[in-house]
Every structure is written in C-alpha cells, then in structure tokens.
C-alpha cells in the first residue's frame, strides 16, 4: 500500500509554545487529507479535512484558529497546534486519499505532550 | 446520517482460539465498511475492506469479515487467535459525503498465552 509519513512521531512543548506536524504521502499525490486526534484508550476523532490548494474544513466544536491546517501541495500538509496547553495534549494522526472513495492510508501519528 | 457501533470494548481470547469482534452499521445507502488495526503508538493499518463487492472479503494477516445487509453488521473474524493479534481494533463506514471514515469506539483485543 502507499506511505504515508508523519513528523515528529513525539514532540514535548511548553505551554504556550506553537507545534508543527508534518504529513507527507511519499508515492502518491494526495488530494484530500484528513486530520484525527485521539484520546487514550478512545477512537480517532477528526478534526478537519483539508483540500489541496484550498482552506481546511474543520469538524463542529474544533478551533480553527488553534488548530491550522496547511495543505500547500498535493505530497504535505501541515496541523500547527498554536499556543499549546497541557489540554492540547494527545495523539495526533494524519490520512491520506487521492480522493473520492478511494482508500485512505494513515500516519504513524505524533504523540504531542504540553509541559 | 452514518454511524457504526462496535460491541464490546474488550475481547479477550487464548492463543488459538477463535477471534469475533462485532461492528454493526447504520447507513442509509450502500456503506463502504472497513476494519482498522492499531498498535500502541502507531497509526492505523487497513485490514480489510467492503465496498459492495463480494459479501466475504479476506483480508491481511488470516482476518475476514462478512457483509450480511438484514443484520447491518460486519463482524470481524479469525479462526485462529496468535498472540501478535493484540491490539486495537477499529471498524468504520465511509460518509457518502466527502469521503472521510466514521469510526467506531474501538476494540481493544487481548491473547492469552
């Protein structure tokens, strides 16, 4: 199946500090990503979908001014988490599809931990 | 809107057992069902999928699940349970609109040696 890479696979910030994730489809071009975070022993819960070339649709009751989402070209796109608190804290993946119904394939995801 | 449900949050089996995991569907035109499995600290890696194909789709590493309309469900199932099995797993139904995944609560599969 494709690849898809996430960075870092753990990252630990300071409180007030901003993070970037990285996502990149390695063999594929993909047009759609989608962004989920998870809580310890709970499902994925997606928080947007971002478009190539266009702004990210973000899920009911996500900060979009917290969470930006970049998704400048059809390989990357990008979940900064902005001024970051201990709350903020969980298990962040990515996916990617080429779009429509096809498959979607997953990051390893990134452990984020605010101190 | 769609939604499935999977029964049970923990499953725990002996090596070599049999391993059923349950996930029912709610969907109001012809789903496109998956099965997910993550390891601790990773992504998820796709198991196996329906997409109105054949009813019994195999999948990676012995798994299969069958596809049964009158029930909504699309239980997952291997007939041997080894101990490298354990783990967390997920079912989801593509949204008809927009493509992203719907996922179940999870459940978290334990082998007993």
């Known amino acids: 199946g494709a690849v898809v890479s996430q960075h870092p696979s753990w990252v630990i910030c300071k409180s007030g500090t901003s993070v970037k994730i990285e996502c990149r489809s390695l063999?594929?071009?993909?047009?759609?990503m989608f962004w989920y975070r998870q809580f310890p022993k709970q499902s994925l819960m997606l928080m947007a979908t971002?478009?190539?070339?266009?702004?990210?649709?973000?899920e009911q009751g996500v900060e979009k001014d917290k969470f930006l989402i970049n998704h400048a070209s059809l390989t990357l796109s990008t979940l900064t988490v902005t001024s970051a608190h201990p709350e903020d804290s969980s298990f962040y993946i990515c996916s990617a599809t080429t779009g429509g119904w096809s498959e979607a394939f997953f990051g390893q995801g990134t452990r984020l931990t605010v101190v | 809107a769609q939604s499935v449900t999977q029964l049970g949050s923990h499953v725990s089996v002996s090596e070599g057992a049999l391993v059923l995991l349950r996930c029912n569907y709610s969907?109001?035109?012809?789903?496109?069902l998956f099965w997910y499995v993550q390891y601790p600290n990773q992504g998820l890696q796709l198991l196996l999928k329906?997409?109105?194909?054949?009813?019994l789709v195999k999948g990676i590493n012995g798994f299969e699940a069958e596809f049964k309309k009158s029930e909504t469900s699309f239980h997952l199932t291997k007939p041997s349970a080894h101990m490298s099995d354990a783990a967390e797993y997920f079912c989801a139904v593509r949204n008809n609109q927009g493509g992203k995944l719907i996922f179940g609560q999870g459940t978290e599969l334990s082998v007993k040696p």
């Open positions: 329906y997409t109105s194909a054949a009813t």
């Open positions: 971002s478009n190539e070339g266009s702004k990210a649709t973000y």
């Open positions: 969907s109001s035109v012809p789903p496109y």
């Open positions: 063999d594929f071009q993909a047009t759609t």
